[in-house]
């Protein structure tokens, strides 16, 4: 049996109920796909939707927590040691477009650490969980990081724009955080991106930490313009020479 903190289990409960709504609203994304108008306006309101129910949730049992969010920005409170980092839904152009691929994600940062990590994909059910010190998680399995060690063996994802590299096997999926999952998973071998937002990486980037992978380059002091490198330890190196121009 795993044992989590009260933390942890306040954000699953937070995202098992902001789940409903987008479960919910995905399906009428779909059925907007074929209307004039489009689903953007819809696809907004369900993030703010979303991040209102989330950030009601956490503040049931923490209520002096401060919060740093995607749509709201900077929440101060009375415990500004204590930040809830909270995307609502990454993936938001595979929402928009009904691409079944995006993720809610919750981390808390805790004396400039990140120290637990949320992120749930809806439709795979899919909940991805690590907490400082505890490991990582899929649905109560252990994660570990892939043990690869020839790049040609490996597969990588970045969603930067126009990312082209002849060496690495790559995949572009639209979601940072499920990518750092995926890292934690063994299922990528390595993420890379430039200028990204702490709210996409911060729950990530633990997770893969937890998992036994190393995290390059990522400043928890910035909100956004993170340059961040994730992998397993066995191609960390390689992976970095192959970047050092990126």
């Not at 953007?40 to 002096?64: A, G, M, P, Q, Y």
């Not at 709201?72 to 500004?80: A, L, S």
Request: aromatic share 8%; with cysteine; net charge neutral.
């Amino acid at each position: 049996m795993i044992s989590i903190s009260s933390n942890l289990n306040v954000m699953i409960k937070a995202v098992e109920k902001a789940s409903k709504l987008v479960i919910r609203d995905f399906g009428e994304v779909e059925k907007l796909q074929i209307s004039k108008k489009g689903p953007r306006d819809f696809v907004t309101k369900t993030d703010k939707r979303l991040e209102n129910i989330i950030i009601e949730e956490l503040s049931k049992t923490k209520k002096n927590y401060s919060f740093l969010s995607e749509e709201i920005g900077k929440i101060k409170n009375k415990d500004e040691e204590n930040i809830w980092i909270i995307d609502p839904i990454d993936g938001t152009t595979n929402f928009l477009h009904g691409i079944p691929h995006f993720a809610i994600c919750i981390a808390l940062q805790s004396n400039n650490e990140i120290v637990s990590g949320l992120i749930f994909d809806p439709i795979k059910d899919e909940m991805f969980f690590a907490e400082k010190n505890k490991g990582s998680y899929l649905n109560n399995q252990r994660l570990r990081v892939s043990k690869k060690n020839v790049i040609d063996d490996c597969l990588f994802s970045s969603n930067h724009d126009g990312v082209r590299f002849s060496n690495f096997n790559m995949r572009y999926t639209g979601c940072a955080a499920l990518d750092l999952a995926y890292v934690a998973a063994g299922r990528f071998d390595g993420y890379f991106h430039n200028n990204i937002n702490l709210w996409d990486v911060a729950a990530g980037s633990l997770m893969v930490q937890e998992a036994g992978g190393i995290v390059n380059d990522l400043n928890k002091f910035n909100n956004n313009c993170i340059n961040i490198r994730a992998s397993s330890d066995g191609i960390n190196d390689k992976m970095l020479k192959e970047l050092k121009n990126f």
